[in-house]
């Protein structure tokens, strides 16, 4: 059983910075590959990043390859979200998700058993 909730997100113009946090309950936090996924309207959540349980590999769409770095700290339960150079078509609802084996770190949907809610983020051009 783990609950997973985000925060962080907000307005903020094209080339900023916002910082996602998703803090996880649950008693085998680090026993789960982290995931980070979005989703604009009229459009598929789609994948953004992964981070292993030790936080030891990341894997990163090539849409934010460079500009957006996954990170855990699995002493407070939390993973984050640290998006640099923002751009309008980042704009969506961000959600964090976890889950176990190589689904799940490969970003695939499936492969992840707890969803937060989500957090708006809405970059401004």
């Known amino acids: 059983q783990v609950q997973l909730v985000e925060s962080g997100g907000g307005l903020v113009q094209a080339g900023g910075s916002l910082r996602l946090s998703c803090a996880a309950s649950g008693r085998t936090f680090s026993g789960y590959i982290m995931g980070w996924f979005r989703q604009a309207p009229g459009k598929e959540r789609e994948f953004v990043a992964t981070i292993s349980g030790s936080g030891g590999n990341t894997y990163y769409a090539d849409s934010v390859k460079g500009r957006f770095t996954i990170s855990r700290d699995n002493a407070n339960n939390t993973v984050y979200l640290q998006m640099n150079s923002l751009k309008p078509e980042d704009t969506a609802v961000y959600y964090c998700?976890?889950?176990?084996?190589?689904?799940?770190?490969?970003?695939?949907?499936?492969?992840?058993?707890?969803w937060g809610q989500g957090t708006q983020v809405t970059v401004s051009s």
């Open positions: 998700a976890g889950g176990r084996g190589f689904s799940a770190y490969t970003g695939r949907r499936n492969g992840f058993d707890y």
